[in-house]
């Protein structure tokens, strides 16, 4: 019987606010005060408000077990170093991995072949372009 209680408490406190919404703000914050007026009720009827009081009250021990709980503060670093260690691992495979010999353009990384096979392109067209403006008698 207290969900009703409430219910109803609420409901009384929006219909003076939808009361005050008609004589100050007009008729459409008055109908939308209406409406907001009839959710509790609504949610009473239908178990929602229960269900909203169980979330509230589960949420508030969750919290509180979060801080006062010393086994929980230790959950959350060791989580904490899990993560700096799966990231630290990361970075040493990534500062590890051996260079490899500079014998050749083949041993130079792809991105480096790429650029100077790229440069190289640009070259053979560039000198292409020249020769063709050279027979035309353009300089």
């Known amino acids: 019987m207290s969900w009703g209680a409430l219910a109803l408490s609420l409901s ?8 005050w919404a008609l004589r100050h703000r007009g008729m459409v914050a008055a109908v939308r005060g209406a409406g907001l007026t009839l959710l ?3 949610a009473w009827l239908t178990g929602l ?3 909203f009081g169980e979330i509230g009250d589960s949420l508030s021990n969750w919290l509180a077990r979060l801080v006062f709980s010393p086994s929980t503060w230790l959950g959350i670093i060791i989580g904490f170093v899990a993560i700096v260690l799966i990231g630290g691992a ?3 495979g990534r500062r ?3 260079e490899a010999a500079a014998t050749g353009p083949t041993s130079a990384p792809k991105s480096v072949r790429a650029t100077q096979s790229n440069d190289q392109l640009i070259d053979d067209e560039m ?5 063709i403006l ?3 008698g353009i300089s």
């Open 12 to 19: 009384v406190v929006g219909g003076i606010y939808t009361w």
């Open 40 to 42: 509790p009720i609504a």
């Open 49 to 51: 408000l229960q269900v």
């Open 90 to 92: 990361r970075a040493l």
């Open 96 to 98: 590890g991995k051996p």
């Open 127 to 131: 000198a292409e372009i020249q020769a």
């Open 134 to 136: 050279k027979k035309r």
